[in-house]
């Protein structure tokens, strides 16, 4: 009985000592860094000028008429681009066949450095920002040129139709 005595006292004298643990906790910071808003802005419409009638008529990507964008992202970000290209000009009910799309991409906005590369309508293309990772907003800046070919009983007037690029962040 001594013994029974001494082990509750014990208990009393010392009760966090002889518990059992049944649950324990842990804890983790959640972070996350929201990057800036990805950006693109047209810069120049692809301007074919006069054409004749009968007489196909090329833009390069490197021409002062060339169509000019520029997109702005994070640095070093992966980016989808998507590009659709009309496959007419239109004049009221009147059409114009424009293709033959051709494109160069640089960090520069001159280009000068810039890559070649064959556009399809619709279809995602990767590319990676300039800069290292973290930095603050950098340029990708993107020309398009193409070809319009002119039936030769064309009918005259101004012919348009539109680009659309859309790029999103698909690498961070």
């Not at 810069?43 to 169509?67: N, R, Y």
């Not at 992202?73 to 000009?89: D, Q």
């Not at 399809?120 to 398009?144: C, H, I, Q, V, W």
């Not at 002119?150 to 962040?169: H, L």
């Amino acid at each position: 009985m001594r013994y029974l005595n001494a082990v509750l006292a014990a208990l009393l004298v010392c009760p966090g000592t002889v518990s059992a643990q049944s649950s324990a906790i842990a804890t983790v910071e959640i972070t996350a860094d929201v990057l800036s808003p990805i950006t693109v802005t047209a810069h120049q419409a692809l301007a074919f000028g006069k054409v004749g009638q009968g007489i196909a008529k090329t833009i390069v990507p490197d021409a002062p008429t060339s169509g000019r964008f520029e997109v702005v992202g994070n640095g070093a970000a992966g980016v989808s681009l998507t590009v659709t290209l009309p496959s007419v000009l239109s004049s009221g009910s009147n059409s114009l066949l424009i293709d033959n799309w051709t494109g160069r991409w640089s960090e520069n906005s001159d280009n000068a450095d810039g890559m070649l590369f064959t556009p399809e309508s619709g279809e995602a293309t990767a590319y990676t920002l300039p800069g290292d990772r973290g930095d603050p907003m950098k340029s990708l800046f993107f020309r398009l040129g193409a070809m319009v070919h002119p039936d030769i009983t064309q009918p005259a007037g101004q012919y348009s139709g539109v680009i659309r690029v859309s790029v999103v962040y698909s690498e961070i």
